[in-house]
């Protein structure tokens, strides 16, 4: 599968970091963990630093898959409204989705401190309505989560205009968002793992997978084979390729990132992510270094060969856009890219056990916008699954809520 076109920043700036043998002899070990991305790495650490005897194989290079092309706007306000999630399920367990995620913010940064020099750094986020009849549910969603104590402020047009000169009905303004360099995160946690014992292969794919009920053996492109307790499937959005019918609608979504801005240009972009009420929503973010990182245009198919033809029209588009909301700042695309990207219908992720595979087969599929956040819970929630402890989102992220 053809996961990006274009030039992703992170895997340009970045280059290939760290190196990586292939499998070339039979393993055994408790936990694979199939995929190297940024999932892959938060899982394998957090199995690994829990005394898991773990391997990771990738078929591409570590990080050259969806990784290299997130905008990694790490937020816990999901693409679905807390309100919205409270109907379709009920107010626990949009309660407990949106305050995991809230944690988790918090927990990428820790862990990006103590690997370091990820370009980490916390924000906040607007979040603007797009319509004026959008006002209503943004109301809806600010009174659901002042009301459960989530750190936000309502901006009035007024106050919307005076304090970021921008012209919307109304916005949400949250003090909890950060900002990650998710290819560099994901490779050095790899390197690190790496260099305490934990066994990485990339340019190494699972062909096949057979589990029976105390262990999997997967095979690879090498003839290898590799026995294991658990496998967790951590291949993004190639997961599927394991699982019928499908359980998510694969996209295609376009960013592009400009030179180092001017700071006074920058103003309060600087430490502010942007994104709007419609779906699908534009959205803005600066880097470490004063880049504008901008996203959106999604098309709701993904055909990659036509993904490839429209990545410069799409950056034009994103950019014209830009230029609507700030007429003053000068921050053309200096790479411009675009990447698959898949969302479930409730806009929650999938962890765990699928019926098809059995208990020895855990999923790993972070899909939807917040899909950092997600694999961070994800890490968590599939150790306690494999340590068969209990654990609080075990039933929300499983594939049996979407019947
Ligand atoms: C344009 C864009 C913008 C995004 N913006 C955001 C954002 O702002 N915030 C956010 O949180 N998320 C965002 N996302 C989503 C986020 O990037 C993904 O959730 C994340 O990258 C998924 O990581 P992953 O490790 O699951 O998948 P990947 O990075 O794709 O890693 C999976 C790995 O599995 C490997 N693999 C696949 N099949 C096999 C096999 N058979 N054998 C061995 N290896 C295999 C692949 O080679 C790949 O390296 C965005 C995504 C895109 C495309």
Same mark, same amino acid.
């Given at each position: 599968?053809?996961?990006?076109?274009?030039?992703?920043?992170?895997?340009?700036?970045?280059?290939?970091?760290?190196?990586?043998?292939?499998?070339?002899?039979?393993?055994?070990?408790?936990?694979?963990?199939?995929?190297?991305?940024?999932?892959?790495?938060?899982?394998?650490?957090?199995?690994?630093?829990?005394?898991?005897?773990?391997?990771?194989?990738?078929?591409?290079?570590?990080?050259?898959?969806?990784?290299?092309?997130?905008?990694?706007?790490?937020?816990?306000?999901?693409?679905?409204?807390?309100?919205?999630?409270?109907?379709?399920?009920?107010?626990?367990? /949009?309660?407990? &989705?949106?305050? @995991? %995620?809230?944690? *988790?913010?918090?927990?990428?940064?820790? $862990? =990006?401190?103590?690997?370091? !020099?990820?370009?980490?750094?916390?924000?906040?986020?607007?979040?603007?309505?797009?319509?004026?009849?959008?006002?209503?549910?943004?109301?809806?969603?600010?009174?659901?989560?002042?009301?459960?104590?989530?750190?936000?402020?309502?901006?009035?047009?007024?106050?919307?205009?005076?304090?970021?000169?921008?012209? /919307?009905?109304? &916005?949400?303004? @949250? %003090?909890?968002? *950060?900002?990650?360099?998710?290819?560099? $995160? =994901?490779?050095?946690?790899? !390197?690190?793992?790496?260099?305490?014992?934990?066994?990485?292969?990339?340019?190494?794919?699972?062909?096949?997978?057979?589990?029976?009920?105390?262990?999997?053996?997967?095979?690879?492109?090498?003839?290898?084979?590799?026995?294991?307790?658990?496998?967790?499937?951590?291949?993004?959005?190639?997961?599927?390729?394991?699982?019928?019918?499908?359980?998510?609608?694969?996209?295609?979504?376009?960013?592009?990132?400009?030179?180092?801005?001017?700071?006074?240009?920058?103003?309060?972009?600087?430490?502010?992510?942007?994104?709007?009420?419609?779906?699908?929503?534009?959205?803005?973010?600066?880097?470490?270094?004063?880049?504008?990182?901008?996203?959106?245009?999604?098309?709701?198919?993904?055909?990659?060969?036509?993904?490839?033809?429209?990545?410069?029209?799409?950056?034009?588009?994103?950019?014209?856009?830009?230029?609507?909301?700030?007429?003053?700042?000068?921050?053309?695309?200096?790479?411009?890219?675009?990447?698959?990207?898949?969302?479930?219908?409730?806009?929650?992720?999938?962890?765990?056990?699928?019926?098809?595979?059995?208990?020895?087969?855990?999923?790993?599929?972070?899909?939807?916008?917040?899909?950092?956040?997600?694999?961070?819970?994800?890490?968590?929630?599939?150790?306690?699954?494999?340590?068969?402890?209990?654990?609080?989102?075990?039933?929300?992220?499983?594939?049996?809520?979407?019947?």
């Amino acid at each position: 599968m053809d996961l990006k076109s274009g030039y992703p920043f992170w895997a340009v700036k970045n280059g290939l970091m760290y190196a990586f043998p292939q499998l070339d002899t039979d393993l055994t070990c408790d936990v694979v963990v199939m995929g190297a991305g940024i999932t892959g790495a938060l899982v394998a650490n957090e199995l690994a630093g829990h005394g898991h005897d773990v391997v990771v194989v990738d078929r591409r290079d570590i990080c050259w898959g969806s990784t290299s092309a997130s905008t990694a706007l790490l937020q816990y306000e999901i693409d679905t409204h807390a309100t919205d999630l409270a109907r379709r399920y009920d107010q626990a367990s /949009a309660l407990l &989705a949106y305050q @995991s %995620s809230l944690r *988790a913010i918090g927990e990428i940064g820790e $862990l =990006a401190h103590e690997v370091g !020099d990820v370009d980490f750094a916390t924000c906040e986020s607007l979040y603007y309505a797009s319509h004026r009849s959008d006002y209503s549910s943004l109301d809806d969603e600010f009174t659901w989560r002042k009301q459960h104590g989530f750190p936000v402020r309502w901006l009035s047009r007024a106050a919307l205009k005076e304090e970021y000169g921008l012209k /919307a009905s109304a &916005a949400i303004l @949250s %003090s909890v968002a *950060a900002r990650v360099d998710p290819y560099r $995160l =994901a490779s050095r946690l790899l !390197d690190r793992m790496q260099r305490k014992g934990v066994r990485i292969f990339d340019r190494t794919e699972v062909t096949s997978m057979t589990a029976t009920a105390d262990s999997v053996q997967l095979t690879t492109n090498g003839g290898m084979s590799i026995k294991a307790k658990h496998t967790v499937v951590a291949s993004g959005y190639e997961s599927q390729q394991w699982l019928r019918p499908r359980v998510a609608k694969n996209l295609s979504s376009y960013a592009y990132i400009s030179d180092p801005v001017d700071p006074a240009q920058l103003g309060w972009l600087a430490n502010t992510m942007l994104w709007e009420s419609s779906r699908p929503y534009i959205y803005l973010r600066a880097t470490g270094d004063g880049r504008i990182l901008v996203g959106g245009e999604d098309d709701d198919h993904d055909m990659p060969a036509r993904r490839d033809r429209m990545v410069d029209r799409k950056a034009a588009t994103l950019q014209r856009k830009v230029a609507r909301l700030f007429p003053d700042l000068q921050a053309p695309p200096a790479f411009a890219w675009a990447g698959t990207f898949a969302e479930t219908s409730d806009g929650l992720p999938l962890f765990g056990q699928h019926p098809q595979h059995g208990p020895r087969v855990l999923f790993a599929l972070a899909y939807g916008g917040n899909g950092i956040t997600y694999s961070m819970l994800g890490a968590g929630l599939l150790r306690a699954q494999i340590e068969n402890r209990p654990h609080s989102l075990t039933e929300l992220f499983a594939f049996a809520r979407l019947g």
